[in-house]
């Protein structure tokens, strides 16, 4: 039944975030390419997430997609779609967090930046405490950076009540451009089923996020 794994692991989770390991990283053996729990994880790439262990996921049950802030990318539907129709997975999680560097920055600042303007520099580098250098070159790719909307916070700030909620308007958003992609069903016998979650890199919880909701803002 659809849900039936998100549900094992976010009982998994409540045990990683009490200090139990259940990720084993042993070599298991001889495995089938079609993850065996048939969930795809969509998380950021942030280095406190270790998706295995917050997740209590074995070798071999799921698909592990990431990118800079667990964005719903092009090259992420691509993987998704593909883990869905060839590889037979149903459940897809996705997974934000808080203290996401997404938080930090707009894109037209970051490119700002790296074309050398200098007051985007000194911006940049005071946010992350790192000489920014910019490249003084215009570039056509990527073609977005996928920041988070709304007002951007210090660099790793401690969570608050404007942090969480943008990180739900991105979580829904993310959830809706899967839901709603002509190539990925949501009905029918074949219908693939989409939860979305904060995870708390201060507690190690993860948080769901309701859906449908409200996305975004620019007040
Ligand atoms: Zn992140």
Request: charged fraction near 20%.
């Amino acid at each position: 039944m659809a849900n039936s794994m998100t549900e094992r692991y976010l009982d998994n989770n409540k045990q990683y975030a009490s200090g139990q390991a259940l990720h084993k990283p042993v070599y298991p053996g001889k495995q089938p390419i079609q993850p065996s729990n048939r969930v795809a994880v969509l998380a950021c790439m942030d280095a406190r997430l270790d998706v295995e262990d917050l997740l209590g996921l074995q070798t071999g049950d799921a698909h592990i997609i990431r990118n800079a802030g667990g964005v719903v990318s092009d090259d992420a539907i691509r993987c998704l779609v593909i883990s869905h129709h060839l590889l037979n997975t149903n459940e897809i999680i996705l997974v934000h967090h808080t203290r996401c560097g997404m938080l930090a920055f707009t894109d037209d600042l970051l490119k700002a930046g790296l074309e050398g303007d200098a007051t985007a520099e000194k911006l940049l580098g005071q946010a992350t405490g790192r000489a920014f250098m910019g490249c003084k070159k215009s570039s056509a790719t990527p073609s977005a950076f996928h920041a988070f909307r709304g007002q951007i916070e210090p660099l790793d700030a401690p969570r608050d009540a404007k942090s969480t909620e943008r990180l739900a308007w991105a979580v829904r958003r993310g959830m809706s451009s899967i839901l709603n992609h002509p190539w990925i069903p949501t009905a029918g016998s074949d219908a693939v089923t989409v939860r979305g979650f904060v995870y708390d890199v201060d507690t190690g919880k993860l948080e769901e996020v309701s859906y449908p909701g409200p996305m975004g803002s620019i007040g």
